[in-house]
């Protein structure tokens, strides 16, 4: 019973992604990557710092890494996405794979020139976390943790007001939204040992109105 609720809401986050696939491409391909203002600060230029961006989606942020000489991989858990971020960039074919986090953790076969659990040096994780219930938040950052080596650093980004002005909402490509304040992530990061390294609050990139974005640096503990 708990394994079909679980594969529900997962549903409910990419299902989304996959009916409207091309129109989201071209609305995240409009407005230039976050990793512009925040790829080098995050992320030390060095061979060995492999990246993994989880929810690829259109691969910009995948694009930007391999583009900037980082050695990175992605993964998405739409099909549909996967083929438009290949028509967009058809150079990522060989670093972006299908699989959901943190399902991956547990079915996923990593290829054996990835990292995989205890590997990664770094994480990006862009506009993704405001779809996940609140009942999947602890477990997702655990995850992240899981694959983070010492000290490894995680991207986030995240938007804590929208025009809607309500805690939950779905939008016209029938994405649910969960909009928390930054505290309530916060206390999970500092639960599992995190610290942060840097934080801000931007404007929505794509003009709209009353709505703005979190971007947050944290960094794994030391084992």
């Known amino acids: ?48 710092f492999p990246i993994l961006d989880i929810g690829a989606g259109s691969g910009r942020e995948l694009a930007w890494l391999i583009r900037h000489g980082y050695t990175a991989s992605g993964i998405e858990a739409s099909p549909a996405m996967i083929q438009q971020a290949l028509i967009a960039y058809p150079h990522i074919k060989e670093h972006l794979f299908q699989g959901r986090f943190p399902d991956l953790l547990i079915d996923f076969s990593w290829p054996a020139h990835l990292p995989g659990e205890g590997g990664w040096a770094g994480i990006v994780c862009c506009a993704l976390i405001q779809h996940i219930p609140d009942n999947q938040l602890f477990d997702f950052f655990f995850g992240a943790l899981r694959l983070l080596r010492a000290n490894g650093r995680l991207l986030i980004s995240y938007p804590t007001e929208h025009e809607e002005n309500t805690r939950t909402y779905t939008d016209e490509f029938e994405r649910v939204y969960y909009l928390r304040h930054p505290q309530q992530y916060e206390s999970i990061f500092l639960q599992l040992g995190f610290m942060n390294i840097n934080s801000a609050n931007s404007a929505d990139n794509m003009g709209r109105a009353h709505t703005s974005w979190n971007t947050e640096i944290w960094q794994a503990p030391h084992y």
């Open 1 to 48: 019973m708990g394994k079909s609720k679980k594969s529900s809401l997962n549903s409910k986050i990419t299902d989304p992604y996959s009916t409207y696939a091309e129109e989201l491409s071209k609305r995240y391909l409009s407005v230039p990557s976050i990793l512009e203002d925040w790829g080098t600060l995050s992320f030390p230029q060095t061979d060995d």
